[in-house]
């Protein structure tokens, strides 16, 4: 029995023919779980907010039909709808910090569901469903505000806030893009047996399709607003039928990188690693109170060598590559290039073109405010004191065609570009240098998995031909797969395994490495 169907339904935005949906048609059954499945832009969210009636109609226009539990929402007045939301079908959304008020603290929003409510609900049920998914100390989650509770606590409450009313048909949108592959998995394994235990209908949405396929029964592809391929999960991984489909099958078939590696010239050396931050400041030292970030790190990286560090949220990525970058105070020995340490990189500047860093989000580390032209030739006048123009020109159109874009996007600005573009940019910007070493910090992780694709592609054929050096930091560890010879896995400020990348995935030592690789999906 259909619980939810789409039928010939097209969203597009007013006074334009394109369309952002283009006439799909789908059901969702009883108790089943559907996966949609696409790159941004696909229609996947449109496709989501349209069930809710979310869609600002001075902005969207929609033909077609929508029907949950044979009642087409298109019929419903505010207060039906009102009456929908929540009690027949309930939204998770992607980013729990933006859907939470940050001026109100968690009780108080949860009420609001209550308050909603045709049943007799009352403060049992809102414990009873923070139990639900897992969430322990009541009293304190309730009385905190988002900001105060970690990422995967924010985004148990979002789910607790949706099963409240016991809907039954539950729609959650990437619901666990911003957490790491343990909490990824922790998170999806609580929405599986809520769905189970509720006897709910659930549609999931992501990009990820390996994802998808563990916890979803039937399949939707979509890409460019349209449904491509619609099949259960078995057969859309044994027999796909769209070039699309494959393609995203294809890059999660990643192999490893056997290239054998000279350990003759040692690009990086770190030896007995510290770094600590105040926690509490007194005026006497003994009553200082610090948390070390980092405890003892030893890591070799060699000419023409990929090393991923891996690791979830707060184990240290991110503070190692600041401490390899010099950004922050720390205790041991850095050596870069076998010259480049913390008792002359202050002193002169002009070393820091050996190495370069690649930030998480293009979109972040590239001013708004200055050209392509003027992002790439910075460093050329500023680190190299390059002063001819025609000379700086010539090195930033040389190093745009080297990552694939045009001469003619100098002039433009970074938010002219897509996700993907902007990550090229931010590689030239390294990469005019002509540093030896890359710090690359999850450099891929806020991009569609084709375009993921594309930058890997394009980072492995840079290295192959500058003979370049990777700092690879990443809780992918299908990315790792794909891009490193060996491999640190770090956990809670400490290296507790490292080695070949093969070795550390086909036969890890540590139960903590087992745990990552588990909740990762890798098959072999």
Do not use: W
């Not at 990286?301 to 990929?306: C, F, L, N, T, V």
């Not at 891996?310 to 401490?323: F, H, P």
């Amino acid at each position: 029995m259909s619980i939810l169907e789409y039928k010939n339904y097209s969203v597009s935005l007013n006074n334009t023919s394109m369309p952002l949906v283009d006439n799909i048609s789908f059901k969702l059954e009883k108790a089943q779980s559907l996966g949609i499945v696409g790159e941004s832009g696909s229609g996947k969210s449109l496709t989501a907010l349209s069930a809710l009636g979310l869609l600002n109609k001075k902005t969207f226009s929609t033909t077609g039909d929508i029907l949950v539990n044979n009642k087409n929402i298109f019929n419903l007045n505010n207060r039906e709808l009102n009456e929908l939301r929540g009690n027949e079908i309930s939204m998770i959304f992607q980013e729990p910090m933006l859907s939470l008020n940050p001026v109100k603290d968690l009780h108080s929003q949860i009420y609001e569901c209550i308050e909603l409510s045709n049943d007799n609900l009352d403060e049992s049920d809102i414990k009873n469903s923070l139990h639900a998914v897992g969430l322990s100390n009541v009293s304190k989650i309730l009385s905190s505000y988002p900001h105060m509770i970690s990422g995967g606590q924010r985004q148990r409450f979002m789910i607790a806030m949706s099963i409240l009313r016991k809907p039954n048909i539950l729609i959650a949108d990437e619901p666990t893009t911003a957490l790491d592959v343990t909490l990824q998995k922790q998170i999806l394994d609580t929405l599986r047996n809520l769905k189970n235990d509720l006897d709910m209908s659930m549609i999931l949405i992501s990009h990820d399709i390996e994802l998808i396929k563990r916890y979803c029964d039937q399949i939707l592809v979509m890409k460019n607003g349209s449904i491509v391929e619609d099949q259960s999960a078995s057969e859309i991984f044994s027999n796909p039928q769209d070039a699309y489909t494959k393609q995203l099958l294809k890059f999660k078939s990643l192999s490893f990188r056997d290239n054998i590696i000279s350990k003759e010239n040692k690009v990086l050396e770190i030896e007995s690693l510290s770094c600590k931050y105040l926690t509490k400041d007194s005026l006497f030292k003994s009553s200082k109170e610090y948390f070390k970030a980092l405890d003892n790190i030893n890591i070799d990286i060699y000419q023409g060598e990929s090393v991923g560090i891996v690791g979830e949220s707060g184990s240290g990525k991110t503070t190692l590559a600041m401490s390899i970058m010099h950004l922050l105070s720390y205790e041991g020995n850095i050596k870069i290039c076998n010259s480049i340490t913390k008792d002359n990189i202050f002193s002169d500047r002009s070393l820091r073109r050996n190495f370069q860093i690649i930030f998480q989000d293009p979109f972040s580390s590239l001013s708004p405010r200055m050209t392509i032209s003027q992002i790439l030739s910075e460093g050329l006048v500023n680190l190299l004191k390059i002063t001819d123009r025609e000379k700086v020109d010539e090195m930033c159109i040389d190093i745009l065609s080297e990552v694939g874009l045009d001469r003619d996007m100098l002039k433009r600005y970074p938010q002219e570009f897509s996700g993907g573009q902007r990550q090229r940019i931010a590689i030239a910007r390294a990469l005019v240098l002509q540093p030896r070493l890359l710090i690359l910090d999850e450099p891929t992780s806020a991009l569609d998995v084709l375009v993921q694709d594309s930058i890997v592609k394009l980072l492995i054929d840079l290295q192959s031909k500058y003979n370049l050096s990777y700092c690879f930091i990443s809780h992918d560890l299908n990315l790792i797969k794909k891009m490193c010879h060996r491999t640190y896995v770090m956990r809670d400020s400490s290296i507790v395994e490292s080695g070949l990348t093969k070795d550390i995935f086909c036969n890890p030592k540590v139960d903590y490495t087992k745990e990552l690789l588990e909740s990762s999906f890798i098959d072999y």
